[in-house]
T-cell receptor, first 114, second 114 residues
Framework: AQSVTQLDSHVSVSEGTPVLLRCNYS??????LFWYVQHPNKGLQLLLKYTSAATLVKGINGFEAEFKKSETSFHLTKPSAHMSDAAEYFC????????????FGTGTRLKVLA | DTGVSQNPRHKITKRGQNVTFRCDPI?????LYWYRQTLGQGPEFLTYFQNEAQLEKSRLLSDRFSAERPKGSFSTLEIQRTEQGDSAMYLCASSKGQGTGELFFGEGSRLTVL
């Protein structure tokens, strides 16, 4: 069965400094991996996805993530945080060849300090 | 129609009453998912459909919950004999393809059980 673990429930960074949100996954099959963002009182929005193509994936708003099979990780990074990045971020796994349900992590709340 | 639509957006009910939520997916999407999200948690998988077939239902879902997707178009999620623990945001998402594509989410239906 697939699962995903977000290693930090809260992350605080200063505006202009790098962001790192950590995610580890478990999957019986070749996984598809996603990062979604949820701003307060807003719907979930896709940031980026990995589906067995390039291991370094670029998404919207300057975010990117690297798929590392040996470490079963899919960490989300951004070189320079902006105040508007403050939100809840979810790492998601879907098993290709499995049940195709999308499993969400518990989320990481990103706080950006002025 | 350019997105996933959910109705009602808010529902307040008394314990023991039945409630029904409706989801209209993006028209060409064959897969439809229901999730539940409580405060501070990630979306929790409930069930999903491929066209009109319900392919999986979470073991966490009690018999009071039922979902349908007649004719593979809109879907309904019914909760019978509501309990205070059912209070949550109920999210609907749709996608196309084989379960590795982007999930498009609606704004959600917030249920409050008094």
């Amino acid at each position: 069965a697939q699962s995903v673990t977000q290693l930090d429930s809260h992350v605080s960074v200063s505006e202009g400094t790098p962001v790192l949100l950590r995610c580890n996954y478990s999957s019986s099959y070749s996984p598809s991996l996603f990062w979604y963002v949820q701003h307060p009182n807003k719907g979930l929005q896709l940031l980026l996805k990995y589906t067995s193509a390039a291991t370094l994936v670029k998404g919207i708003n300057g975010f990117e993530a690297e798929f590392k099979k040996s470490e079963t990780s899919f960490h989300l990074t951004k070189p320079s945080a902006h105040m508007s990045d403050a939100a809840e971020y979810f790492c998601v796994v879907s098993d290709a060849g499995g049940t195709y349900k999308y499993i969400f992590g518990t989320g990481t709340r990103l706080k950006v300090l002025a | 129609d350019t997105g996933v639509s959910q109705n009602p957006r808010h529902k307040i009910t008394k314990r023991g009453q039945n409630v029904t939520f409706r989801c209209d997916p993006i028209s060409e999407h064959n897969r439809l998912y229901w999730y539940r999200q409580t405060l501070g948690q990630g979306p929790e998988f409930l069930t999903y459909f491929q066209n009109e077939a319900q392919l999986e239902k979470s073991r966490l879902l009690s018999d009071r919950f039922s979902a349908e997707r007649p004719k593979g178009s809109f879907s309904t999620l019914e909760i019978q004999r509501t309990e205070q623990g059912d209070s949550a945001m109920y999210l609907c998402a749709s996608s196309k393809g084989q379960g590795t594509g982007e999930l498009f989410f609606g704004e959600g239906s917030r249920l409050t059980v008094l």
